[in-house]
């Protein structure tokens, strides 16, 4: 997964300060580096897989729908916590 054009997809598709869209861009590559939705899924962690399941989560934050979309994850398979927005900072 290409981080600038995750960057971008995020920025033109959803909400969110560039502090919260790069801890989200951090965290989507380390999962996608850990190979772990692949296996549970059997779907490639690209950039069109993320903005597609993000479009999917109610309203919110760039943040927001990807821990909604983690915690899917989580109940479905477990081990995705990790991998979720805890905190970010709001400076520039």
Known sequence: ???????????EAFDGSEAE???????????AASGKAERDRGIELTVEEVVTQLNDAP???????????????????GGYEPFQVRRYSTEE
Do not use: H, I
């Open 59 to 77: 309203d919110g934050s760039v943040a927001s729908r990807w821990n909604w979309w983690l915690g899917a994850l989580e109940v479905a398979y």
């Open 21 to 31: 869209r790069r801890v989200v861009v951090r965290q989507a590559l380390d999962l």
């Open 1 to 11: 997964m290409n981080e600038s054009e995750l960057d971008r997809a995020l920025a």
